[in-house]
């Protein structure tokens, strides 16, 4: 199993993707490879400093980066031995497995989307969040930004990929579909929402239980909560903020304590043919990995191969 790390990407790399390395090497199965991909003059140095164990990962330069303001498109086309463009070639290659990076989100996206191409019925590659439930349950929250405006067989999509990664990703056995609407009964909500609900209903690979209201998004009514990427975003900054102001009013509480994205590491992109797992930009060694683990498991479960079962004519 072979994970790629973009090495330059992040406010903090390389050393925080290094040390986050170094965390995730304690307790990491045999039979991972991990693929450094940066400036090995930068790199190397920090790899001696940490002590980590030549055997487990491989260097990969890539003398160039793309910064986190650059135009994704543009600097993907100039800036082809760059850590992004470099790790995207070797996973379409089948050289790595899953390629993972805290950089610039655009250059991923677009990086994703041009070389790996969507799983064959997609229509749209989505991206999620994990929302912790009051009750220590764990949901999650799709679309969240990559697609601010929807057709319904784009919700009708997200609920299938949801729903997969519930189940092999977050060990939900049936996970429940909900829709986020402003209010529960059928009919509710805007032209979408009342054009989604049906082909929802009808979707005999998810469990769909109907509409949902934000305030049911943190306790126990779903497991996966669907929603156009503009509501997604909207909802994902705010549940941000909730870590943010517990900890600048010194709030100590184990609930609140599970809003850090650090806990999490990144958000898988969902909807293409191999694993891509995109960080915070101010991600540190917790984060990195983290995402190493998330990516690890989903190679191991095959997530993307049963998604491609899912989509099959």
Sequence with gaps: ???????????????????????????????????LVGDEQQIG?????????????????????IGMNEHPTKALKEKQQS???????????GKMDAFI???????????????????EGIQRPTISTILP???????????????????PENLN?????????????????DPRVGLLNIGEEEGKGNILAQAAYPLLKENQQIHFIGNIEGRDLLLDKADVMVCEGFVGNVVLKMAESL???????GIQHEYFDRFDFELYGGTPLLGVTKPVIIGHGISHE?????????????????????????FMA
């Design 45 to 65: 140095p920090l790899l001696r400093d940490h002590a980590i164990p030549a055997a487990s990962v491989k260097v990969i330069h890539a003398p160039q980066v």
């Design 1 to 35: 199993m072979n994970i790629g790390l973009d090495m330059m990407g992040g406010d903090y790399s390389p050393l925080e993707a290094v040390k986050g390395i170094a965390l995730y090497l304690k307790s990491a199965p045999a039979g991972i490879s991990l693929f």
């Design 243 to 249: 870590y943010d102001i517990t900890q600048g009013k």
């Design 133 to 151: 439930k009051e009750n220590g349950g764990t949901g999650v929250l799709l679309d969240v930004g990559l697609n601010a405006d929807c057709k």
């Design 83 to 93: 850590s992004i463009a470099v790790g995207f070639h070797l996973l379409s290659t």
């Design 157 to 173: 999509q997200f609920a299938i990929l949801g729903s997969l990664y519930a189940r092999h990703i977050l060990g939900i056995a």
């Design 286 to 310: 917790r984060s990195f990995s983290n995402m190493i683990k998330l990516a690890q498991k989903m190679i191991a479960t095959d997530l993307l191969g049963k998604m491609k079962e899912s």
């Design 101 to 119: 990076s805290a950089g610039n989100t655009g250059a991923m996206l677009v990086g994703a989307l041009y070389t790996l191409k969507p799983i």
